[in-house]
């Protein structure tokens, strides 16, 4: 934003440099300072980065600093949409499969609700349940290119009956 010269982002004096500090935060515009902080929060809540305690000499933790996390950089630098920013991992997934089925893709926006909420067993559950459907609409496609009749019709019971297992330990 410096470099854009955004209205408001200026650099660190050189006292504040020495302080460790980069702009001037409270010069910021309101709506950047809001951002930075709800960004802050947010690399913390989600372990990407962590306080950088030491023990003072009565063995009290002093924060001084923050450090990135061994997963932050990681995250940082991923180039696939992750599931914390829910609207680009949909729209990912849609790249990826134009015909998304609406029932699929309701438990997958449910399931990144749930991970954003940090419910991840809820997550996982809706994922399993958007993985179940997507079983059976591939069941449904290869009941249609089976010639057999006799495998076809078994496949179409177990369908019915819902119990794929009983197909794969068979």
Request: hydrophobic content about 40%.
């Amino acid at each position: 934003m410096a470099k854009a010269e955004v209205p408001g982002i200026l650099r660190a004096t050189e006292e504040q440099m020495r302080r460790g500090d980069t702009f001037q935060f409270r010069e910021a515009p309101p709506h950047i300072q809001s951002l930075k902080v709800e960004a802050f929060f947010y690399v913390i809540r989600n372990g990407y980065a962590v306080e950088d305690c030491m023990l003072d000499d009565l063995n009290h933790p002093r924060t001084q600093s923050y450090r990135w996390t061994e997963r932050g950089p990681r995250w940082i630098k991923s180039v696939e949409p992750v599931p914390e920013y829910a609207v680009a991992y949909l729209e990912f997934l849609r790249s990826r499969v134009p015909s998304l089925d609406l029932v699929i893709k309701q438990y997958v926006t449910e399931a990144l609700t749930a991970f954003e909420r940090q419910a991840h067993f809820a997550a996982a559950v809706m994922l399993g349940a958007a993985s179940e459907k997507a079983l059976y609409l591939l069941s449904d496609s290869l009941i249609i290119s089976i010639a057999d009749n006799a495998k076809n019709k078994q496949l179409q019971s177990l369908i019915k009956d819902r119990a794929l297992q009983r197909l794969l330990s068979s």
